[in-house]
């Protein structure tokens, strides 16, 4: 079955203890991402990766780092996370960045942090 | 950028019609997207718009005026399952990758 899979799915962690949410796709997509939903802001764009070894910011970059080492999997790692990172996440891939290709995404991790 | 905006909340009666407007500003636009997304679940695609007018797929319709830099979404004989956030969403060939959500649109159907 084609799909994005993201885990964990839930995760509560304390201030400053470094976490990776890993995400994974089996559609050989070229293009993945990562968001943050929050309530009234919508979806917002944390990373990009239009290829492996090709990272690039999206709006709301600060607190997060990844990497693009193979094709299938776009980590998420936040090397000391605060509470304002409190919030649903979610890994996204499409085919392309550009055109008419859809992204799909991932199940989303909610990450509490305290 | 895109400054994506779209209501945030529109109620109708089950087997109406609704239609979800977003508005936005364009630079090097590169297409307009509109997700459906249920509570507790990741967002799913409906409809791609790149050239101006209506494209429809079933039940759900989407519209793009490239000038006027507007979309909507419509949604016709509504049913349950329908009540869900709906996205609009665009990218830009400004920073091909960079994508940009409105805050969604909270459909809600009642009986």
């Known amino acids: 079955e084609a799909q994005v899979t993201q885990n964990p799915r839930y995760l509560i962690t304390v201030t400053g203890k470094k976490l990776t949410v890993t995400c994974s796709q089996n559609?050989?997509?070229?293009?993945m991402s990562w968001y943050r939903q929050d309530p009234g802001l919508g979806l917002r764009q944390i990373y990009y990766?239009?290829?492996?070894?090709?990272?690039d910011k999206g709006d709301v970059p600060e607190g997060y780092k990844v990497s693009r080492k193979e094709k299938r999997n776009f980590p998420l790692i936040l090397e000391s996370p605060s509470p304002n990172q409190t919030s649903l996440y979610f890994c996204a891939s499409s085919l392309w960045a550009g055109g008419p290709y859809e992204q799909y995404f991932g199940p989303g991790t909610r990450l509490t942090v305290t | 950028g895109q400054n994506i905006d779209q209501p945030t909340e529109m109620t109708a009666t089950e087997g109406a019609i609704v239609q979800i407007n977003c508005t936005y500003q364009?630079?090097?636009?590169?297409?307009l997207f509109w997700y459906q997304q249920h509570a507790g679940e990741a967002p799913t695609f409906l409809s791609y718009?790149?050239?101006?007018g209506l494209e429809e797929k079933g039940r759900f319709s989407s519209f793009l005026s490239r000038s006027k830099g507007y979309s909507y979404l419509l949604l016709k004989e509504l049913q349950m399952k329908d009540s869900a956030s709906y996205l609009c969403a665009g990218g830009t060939t400004d920073s091909w990758g960079k994508f940009q959500f409105g805050a969604g649109t909270q459909v809600v159907v009642t009986p």
């Open positions: 718009n790149v050239l101006d």
């Open positions: 990766s239009m290829n492996v070894e090709v990272t």
């Open positions: 559609m050989n997509h070229e293009y």
């Open positions: 364009t630079s090097g636009f590169n297409g």
